[in-house]
């Protein structure tokens, strides 16, 4: 395109001649389809090319649409020969002896090896597998391709010499344009050329035990029915064919040229014709040149055909052969057995890709990567649906899911039947709905969703799909999930909760004193928010009314997330918050934690911030007991004091705050708190030790008289120096705990006046919550006054 403006007036598909012939006259009112300029009348009909059998016309009729296919016939593949002569490159040896192996171990017991006289590869192969001690067990028999030529029988007896059983497969195109244009025979020359190459044959045999024939008049299926049945009937003479020694005559559809039915009546037609019928093996040898080769192979199996040819996952001239693989799993999801091995279908196919170096296509039946995967909505709603059925019907019979009866919409077969695992078997993107989604995260991260909740979460999985044209995976749908739900709690303002029954002292050590009743305290940008109820969740609601929000529980379902005692639990919440119905999720170890975070999802969802001050920047809470953690973004000196911390038993969490807080001004003022609940660190030097003296900033500590109420000796300042070795920490953000050794420490009992206290956390951005019991517990301190009372 020279400009865009011409790009935009070329029409699209310029190419295409886009019918514009007559709508037929016959062509009914809701048919527009118009005539096309393709040149169809190139081509004949297969009945213009070829006489077709008058199956309706014998006794009975024609047979085969009545029938059913109740067992598997025998399989024959030809990947070595037919499939080996249509490869870009032809199998070395490595590679033939590996496919080979291969149909060993699935339990295909007549296996064609190859065409010994057009190769020195093939000829080697053959006198390899002859001369190889158990290369061939001894209920297989291998199959050798010649034409009808003297001195290609002559080699190909050769190769099979010392070769216990062994079919030696000869072939000629029978079909009038063969004959005309490539052999350049009558038919009665055809019938010669077949019969001297027949009688070779046969002479080379002699009485040889094991050894036995096959004739394929090549392209039968263009061929006269009657010249087909001369023929057949004349080698099976000549061969002298019993049921003892039956021939094999293999009747190819070597190019597609008609529906099925068609090469179904050429079947028959041989079936109930031909002479010695208890002599004769009946085979088949569909190509897929129009895309049928498996309807014809089924429909032949149907009319009368014993033996198929094929190659695994199609492999063969132009369009391949009929598929074995196709045709086996085909029986097998009709309930019959296969008769060879597909439980491992992946080694399968890389084994073949191995050997032909041609891609198996994603879309291919049983195999392809996408076979077994739903990514409609629809689908995977029904498929979910269908294998959790399957698993309450496995669970009913007392049998394990593998074996139970399959009946599961839009999956044919019970992908473990092929070892394939279900975790392909639904795959999201764009056009997945709820029931995908939800069984991803179900079957990839144990999480069961509500329906409610699959109904509002696939919403938010549709818009990022729709956003990135991508599909999603189990993990990063979990990602989605946590971000929407587990992370939506309040965490800015929420500093920390507590629940317990009966006195609130108590500390929510759990155990159940007085009425039975629950408490809960929220601390909220450091204002305490407390509820009672007769449940847990049914405090935290009526603490988060303390704060200002109506929250109404209108539905809450949890579970465990894993079998097992140390299984997380994940709990969900439909919740009425201010008016506004929304879901909440919470996941913590403990079931009562992850209710209490769902509803806190639930009101940080609804986008109602709780009471207390706007919080001013990111903000990261740790600690345990309820506590949300992140702390591999704390200072290194703040992380050893929530080590501590933990080691304390003690729930509590270091907050990181944007701005300083080394004054406690500072912090009240980043806390929201009175100036009298921050908790100053101050160090000093008492009988030539360090002291550390937790003070209220509310006040400054009077070193006499705290000297006085200790019984010491003078109590100075601690230099800088002084405060880093004693505590590791500096001066700003020196906490009660986390410090070298333990330190003598006084507790100012002016502190327990506030409900909560808040003490630096090792360095001037921290800052820790605790109650003046847990100060007390924490530093094992002194309860001292540290100034002279006031006024
Ligand atoms: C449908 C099928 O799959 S048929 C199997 C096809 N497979 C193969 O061809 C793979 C292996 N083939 C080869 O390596 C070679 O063709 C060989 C070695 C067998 C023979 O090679 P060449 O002697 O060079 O012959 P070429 O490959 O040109 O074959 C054509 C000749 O075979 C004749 N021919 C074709 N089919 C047959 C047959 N079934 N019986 C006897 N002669 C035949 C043709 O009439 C032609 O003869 P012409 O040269 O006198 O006109
Ligand atoms: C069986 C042989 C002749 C063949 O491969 C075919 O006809 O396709
Ligand atoms: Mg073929």
């Not at 899911?401 to 999956?411: K, T």
């Not at 008492?686 to 937790?694: E, I, N, Q, S, W």
């Not at 209220?696 to 300042?717: E, F, K, Q």
């Not at 120096?721 to 100012?748: C, F, Y």
Request: glycine share 10%.
């Amino acid at each position: 395109m020279r400009s865009t403006e011409s790009a935009q007036n070329v029409k699209p598909f310029a190419t295409l001649r886009t019918p514009a012939g007559p709508v037929p006259a016959e062509a009914p009112a809701w048919n527009p389809q118009r005539g096309s300029a393709m040149p169809f009348h190139r081509y004949l009909p297969a009945h213009a090319r070829v006489p077709l059998p008058p199956v309706d016309t014998l006794p009975g009729g024609r047979q085969w649409p009545a029938r059913r296919v109740d067992r598997a016939p025998l399989w024959v593949p030809v990947d070595l020969r037919d499939g080996n002569q249509a490869l870009a490159e032809p199998m070395d040896p490595a590679r033939k002896r590996r496919m080979f192996d291969l149909f060993l171990a699935m339990g295909f017991k007549e296996i064609e090896v190859g065409y010994p006289s057009a190769s020195r590869t093939d000829f080697d192969f053959v006198r390899h597998l002859a001369t190889t001690p158990g290369a061939v067990p001894e209920d297989v028999t291998v199959v050798v391709f010649t034409a009808a030529r003297a001195d290609l029988i002559e080699r190909t007896f050769a190769s099979v010499e010392g070769l216990p059983r062994v079919v030696v497969h000869l072939y000629t195109a029978t079909a009038p344009v063969w004959r005309d244009l490539v052999l350049g025979r009558d038919r009665a020359q055809v019938r010669e050329l077949v019969t001297a190459a027949a009688e070779r044959m046969a002479r080379l045999a002699g009485d040889r035990p094991g050894l036995r024939f096959q004739f394929s008049p090549e392209v039968f299926n263009l061929t006269e029915p009657d010249y087909v049945l001369e023929l057949c009937d004349g080698l099976t003479e000549l061969w002298d064919a019993s049921p003892d020694r039956p021939v094999i005559h293999n009747l190819p559809a070597t190019v597609e040229i008609a529906t099925p039915n068609v090469y179904a009546d050429q079947i028959e037609y041989l079936h109930r014709h031909l002479a010695r019928r208890e002599a004769v093996i009946l085979s088949v040898h569909p190509h897929n040149d129009r895309g049928t080769g498996i309807a014809c192979a089924e429909l032949a199996l149907l009319a009368g055909a014993q033996r198929v040819e094929g190659c695994l996952f199609g492999n063969g001239e132009r369009t391949g052969n009929v598929d074995l693989a196709t045709l086996a799993l085909n029986l097998h999801t009709q309930g019959v057995d296969p008769m060879v091995d597909f439980s491992d279908i992946d080694e399968i196919r890389r084994t073949v890709e191995h050997c032909n170096r041609l891609p198996v296509p994603e879309r291919h039946p049983y195999v392809g990567d996408l076979v077994h995967t739903a990514f409609s909505g629809t689908h995977q709603d029904a498929i979910k649906k269908g294998l959790a059925h399957h698993a309450a019907t496995a669970a009913r019979l007392g049998v394990p899911e593998r074996q139970a009866p399959w009946d599961v919409p839009y999956l044919p077969i019970d992908p473990a039947d092929l070892g394939r695992d279900y975790e392909a078997v639904i795959r999201v993107n764009s056009q997945s709905g709820k029931g995908g989604i939800a069984y991803l995260l179900q079957t990839g991260h144990g999480l069961e969703l509500p329906r409610r909740l699959q109904i509002e979460f696939s919403r938010v999985v549709q818009e990022s799909t729709d956003d990135s044209g991508r599909e999603v995976t189990a993990d990063e749908l979990y990602g989605l999930f946590a971000a929407t739900y587990l992370d939506a709690a309040p965490r800015r303002e929420l500093v920390n909760w507590r629940t317990g029954q009966g006195d609130e002292r108590g500390q929510g050590d759990g155990r159940a004193q007085g009425d039975g009743r629950h408490w809960a305290s929220l601390v909220i940008g450091g204002a305490v928010h407390r509820g009672e109820g007769n449940g847990p969740l049914a405090a935290v609601t009526a603490a988060l009314g303390a704060a200002g929000h109506a929250v109404d529980i209108l539905h809450f379902t949890e579970h465990a997330v894993r079998t097992g005692p140390d299984s997380d639990a994940v709990a969900y919440v439909e919740a009425r918050v201010d008016g506004q119905v929304v879901w909440g999720a919470g996941r913590d170890a403990s079931v009562l934690d992850a209710g209490i975070r769902a509803v806190l999802s639930a009101v940080g969802r609804a986008g109602v911030a709780p009471a207390g001050p706007a919080p001013t920047g990111p903000a990261v809470e740790v600690g345990q007991d309820g506590a949300m953690t992140d702390d591999t973004s704390l200072p290194g000196r703040s992380r050893a004091v929530a080590d501590a911390l933990a080691a304390a038993g003690l729930p509590g969490e270091i907050r990181v705050l944007p701005d300083s807080a080394r004054t406690a001004a500072e912090a009240a003022a980043a806390l929201g708190c009175e100036v009298g609940a921050i908790a100053n660190s101050l160090v000093f030097i008492c009988d030539g030790a360090p002291l550390l003296v937790m003070t209220s900033g509310a006040h400054r500590v009077d070193t006499d008289h705290l000297a006085h109420a200790l019984g010491t000796g003078p109590i100075t300042r601690a230099t800088a120096a002084q405060v880093r070795e004693a505590t590791g920490q500096a001066i700003g953000g020196v906490a009660p705990v986390g410090h070298p050794a333990p330190l003598r420490t006084v507790v100012d009992t002016a502190l327990a006046a506030h409900e909560l206290l808040w003490a630096a956390a090792g360095h001037p951005h921290t800052v820790v919550p605790m109650t003046y019991k847990e100060l007390l517990a924490l530093t094992g301190g002194t309860p001292s006054t540290v100034a002279p009372p006031q006024g």
